[in-house]
């Protein structure tokens, strides 16, 4: 893995596409070319480098480290696609399609093809269960109706415009998110059945849509109507972790993006729980675990479909 401490000594890494494609097949094949099509490391190099042939009978067919990726076919040189990617990945709020678009020379109709395609890489697709003492709340996203004309106003059970999404948080541990359509008790419980293993203690307040989860967990509540905030167990009863991975999140969104749509929401919860996750590591560590989940992709009429 390569080492590097800021953006000047990241540059200097990946100056060159050439550069961007040996650090991917390392990454990506751990030094050991692998055909995307049927998996066999049978295969031969051509000599430009770049292209790979697979020599099974029954395949054949030729490809690149990009192939299979949110890299393949673009015309954005690896260069941009990785710096692109190190500003997501390390900075603590990332980046904007518009600050991108300046950074990189691009549009910012391009800027913002790439940012999803990357926050579609920074989404965990193989998450462990949460356990030991996880935190568990509920959060509205979204901007303010009160700018806007009366007839364009969506007031919906008196959250305004905005989207909820349920949080836990694994004291010393990672965030998970979902965007969720209202705060049921079906709802919240099969959700949290996905994030947090059972009989973990799970905390929150006294919302309602908690009422069924001691039948699955150990389940404490603070009541913040009475303006209990911390109560002392045998553990800390609190819900201040998940508050402050909200608070991350909407500064996130607030402070750069200012408004995000309810279609891609969970992108931006994937991306803002990547970084929490690994606020511990280093900036090259943090690059490389993004690169790692770089299959798939993310075409621009999908992202746009709809809107």
Not at 44 to 51: L, P, Y
Not at 216 to 231: I, L, Q
Not at 292 to 306: F, I, P, Q, S, W
Request: aromatic share 10%; proline share 2%.
């Amino acid at each position: 893995m390569k080492t590097f401490k800021n953006i000047l000594d990241f540059q200097k890494e990946f100056s060159t596409d050439e550069k961007c494609r040996e650090y991917l097949e390392q990454q990506r094949w751990n030094g050991t070319p692998a055909c995307p099509f049927c998996g066999s490391i049978n295969v031969c190099r051509f000599s430009n480098g770049k292209i790979f042939k697979c020599r099974e009978k029954e395949c054949r067919k030729k490809f690149s480290v990009t192939v299979g990726t949110i890299y393949e076919n673009t015309k954005v040189p690896l260069t941009k696609w990785f710096l692109a990617t190190y500003f997501l990945a390390v900075h603590s709020k990332g980046i904007s399609s518009l600050q991108l678009a300046n950074f990189l020379g691009v549009t910012q109709k391009t800027a913002w093809h790439l940012n999803h395609r990357i926050r579609k890489m920074l989404t965990d697709n193989a998450p462990k269960l949460l356990d030991g003492i996880v935190e568990v709340d509920h959060s509205y996203i979204g901007g303010s109706e009160t700018n806007k004309h009366a007839n364009k106003r969506k007031v919906r059970a008196g959250t305004g415009n905005k989207t909820m999404v349920l949080g836990a948080v694994q004291r010393k541990g990672k965030a998970k998110t979902k965007v969720v359509p209202d705060t049921s008790i079906d709802n919240v419980t099969k959700t949290i059945e996905e994030f947090v293993a059972p009989d973990s203690i799970v905390v929150t307040d006294e919302h309602h849509a908690f009422n069924e989860l001691h039948l699955n967990y150990n389940h404490r509540k603070v009541n913040h109507r009475e303006k209990e905030y911390v109560r002392r167990e045998e553990i800390l009863i609190h819900t201040n972790s998940i508050e402050g991975f909200w608070n991350i999140l909407k500064k996130q969104i607030n402070g750069i993006h200012h408004s995000v749509t309810p279609k891609h929401l969970q992108r931006y919860c994937n991306e803002s729980a990547f970084r929490y996750n690994r606020r511990e590591l280093f900036q090259d560590e943090r690059f490389a675990d993004a690169l790692t989940n770089c299959a798939g992709t993310l075409k621009y009429k999908e992202l746009t479909a709809n809107e």
